[in-house]
Nanobody
Framework: EVQLQASGGGLVQTGGSLRFSCVAS????????IGWFRQAPGKEREGIAC????????FINYSVKDRMSISEDDARETVYLQMNSLKREGTAVYYC????????WGQGTQVTVSS
């Protein structure tokens, strides 16, 4: 059973930084995408970033591409999302996910960006 354990959320001031980590376990397949979505209050869930396990290619949402980066530590089966210069609209619940034939979701982690 795929399990995704996310950590790194919290309260941060505008302009601050956070780094999320997501540890993936419980599977043996090798070709998948792993990344992050977020859902702000009253809004739909949106994709932020993902990385391919097969070739390391990445996708970053255009709205945050200058401020966020995603990386993966294969040995630790962990993916990281570095978020810099956070804005108030970054206040949301962030979800780690893994996609292979279907989507698997970790628990959400709250980020609150205060002025």
């Amino acid at each position: 059973e795929v399990q995704l354990q996310a950590s790194g959320g919290g309260l941060v001031q505008t302009g601050g930084s956070l780094r999320f980590s997501c540890v993936a376990s419980g599977f043996t397949f090798e070709d998948y995408a792993i990344g992050w979505f977020r859902q702000a209050p009253g809004k739909e869930r949106e994709g932020i970033a993902c990385i391919s396990s097969s070739d390391g290619s990445t996708f970053i949402n255009y709205s945050v591409k200058d401020r966020m980066s995603i990386s993966e530590d294969d040995a630790r089966e962990t993916v990281y999302l570095q978020m810099n210069s956070l804005k108030r609209e970054g206040t949301a619940v962030y979800y780690c996910y893994l996609r292979r034939a279907r989507d698997y979701w970790g628990q959400g982690t709250q980020v609150t960006v205060s002025s």
